[in-house]
């Protein structure tokens, strides 16, 4: 059975750093990444890793997130810096394997002063 465990979500200042953590269990996952959901906003692509280490990132967190995984633990991390209000939302893991998605249930991350 496929389960994301997900670590990390805190309150935060704005310019602030925090680090996101997800480890997959129960299958082989080709594609590890971040959404983010803000209220009444659509959930949205943080940002994505390939098991070859290809990256993909949403424009807003350019230059600012950093996505990495570490394979051999099926564990995908992201590291925000620079942080603003307007990223804060509620946080959720996912992964894919060759048949199907799977999400984890949501972190909270909170940038505020």
């Known amino acids: 059975q496929v389960q994301l465990v997900e670590s990390g979500g805190d309150l935060v200042q704005p310019g602030g750093s925090l680090r996101l953590s997800c480890a997959a269990y129960?299958?082989?996952?080709?594609?590890m990444g971040w959404y983010r959901q803000a209220p009444g906003k659509e959930r949205e692509l943080v940002a994505a890793?390939?098991?070859?280490?290809?990256?993909n990132y949403g424009d807003s967190v350019k230059g600012r997130f950093t996505i990495s995984r570490d394979n051999a633990r099926n564990t995908v991390y992201l590291q925000m810096n620079s942080l603003k209000p307007e990223d804060t939302a509620v946080y959720y893991c996912?992964?894919?394997?060759?048949?199907?998605?799977?999400w984890g249930q949501g972190t909270q991350v909170t940038v505020s002063s």
């Open positions: 996912h992964a894919r394997t060759t048949v199907a998605d799977y």
């Open positions: 129960g299958s082989f996952f080709t594609i």
């Open positions: 890793i390939f098991r070859g280490g290809n990256t």
